[in-house]
């Protein structure tokens, strides 16, 4: 199935807290974003889902990632990226792309993709990220980000700092395995979010320069501990973290702001899910949707801003 009509029972704010006054209302949900700073203006809430669906496998990967390039080549403005994790739950080495969202729904791809790598150079975990034509993951067994060019299949590796845990820090139990880095996109660009053994398994934030060779412009260290978190994702300079609620829940409840450095604990907003587990979350700043990859199915929300 496919288009989901926006209503959102589960995902709006108690009627306790937005009877509190709209200045309170701001504040229990996350406002990170400043007035001047995100066009889009203060992240509010995220609306019920609006696609469900299998795609082109249903029921075959568990594990997987999706959404739309905010960068695309001219052209592609309208094409969405698909890359399921084809070999145990762990690793992949396609990109499968669609020219719009009915043929990702019907499951026809316009364009499949072997990067041809060697195993070091493989994809590892579902936290991947495509942008500008480029797709941005986790090197197989490393401490390092590649970078794909889906034009040129050329790899470039972006290491990272000494102690960065890339293995299995994330399990079953906690958060999920092979899923240690994230990536990330927003508006202004691509994210890695991870964690070293000096940070004790807190989440780091670092910004990715792209030219010839990556390189990691800034870095912000957060005191939110990474085992207690699902997903991460990027809006407008702002990181957002998840955490597993119940099978029909998630819950973004922490976010750090890049600008004021500021960190909230209690952001509230709730995720109604379609599926019990959700593998990696990926914003679309081209129009303002989640992407969720869950138990296989592809699924999005839009994020409320006002």
């Known amino acids: 199935m496919d288009l989901i009509p926006p209503s959102n029972p589960l995902n709006m704010v108690s009627l306790k807290t937005t009877l509190r006054g709209n200045n309170t209302f701001y504040q229990s ?9 995100c066009p889009h203006g203060q992240f509010l809430n995220i609306s019920g889902p609006r696609v469900y669906t299998a795609g082109e496998y ?10 739309r390039d905010p960068k695309p080549e001219a052209g592609k403005e309208s094409w969405y990226w698909l890359v399921p994790m084809t070999s145990s739950n762990r690793y992949c080495n396609y990109v499968r792309l669609y020219s719009s969202l009915s043929s990702l729904i019907v499951g026809v791809s316009n364009v499949q993709i072997h990067s041809s790598n060697p195993t070091t150079n493989t994809i590892q975990g579902p936290n991947v990220v495509l942008y500008g034509g480029a797709l941005y993951y986790n090197c197989y067994n490393q401490d390092a980000v590649c970078r794909f060019n889906l034009t040129a299949k050329s790899i470039t590796t972006l290491q990272l700092p000494k102690g960065t845990r890339f293995g299995n820090f994330c399990h079953l139990d906690e958060c999920y395995p092979f899923t240690d880095l994230d990536l990330a996109t927003d508006e202004s660009g691509v994210w890695v979010v991870y964690t070293t053994n000096q940070d004790f398994g807190n989440l780091v934030l670092s910004k990715v320069e792209m030219g010839e060779s990556m390189t990691l412009s ?15 994702f990027m809006a407008c300079g702002v990181l957002y973290a998840t955490r597993y609620v119940s099978k029909q829940v998630e819950e973004i409840f922490y976010s750090f702001d890049t ?10 907003i709730f995720i109604n899910k379609m599926k019990p587990n959700i593998y990696a979350l990926n914003y679309s700043p081209v129009d303002q949707m989640l992407h969720a990859y869950c138990d296989s199915y592809m699924v999005s929300y839009k994020v409320l801003f006002g």
Request: glycine share 14%.
């Open 58 to 67: 249903p029921d075959s990967y568990m594990y997987g990632a999706w959404g």
């Open 29 to 37: 949900c996350g406002v990170l974003i400043h007035s001047g700073y």
């Open 218 to 232: 800034q870095t912000w260290h957060t005191s939110v501990y990474k085992q207690g978190v699902t997903n991460t």
């Open 259 to 268: 600008v004021t450095r500021e960190e909230k604990f209690n952001v509230g």
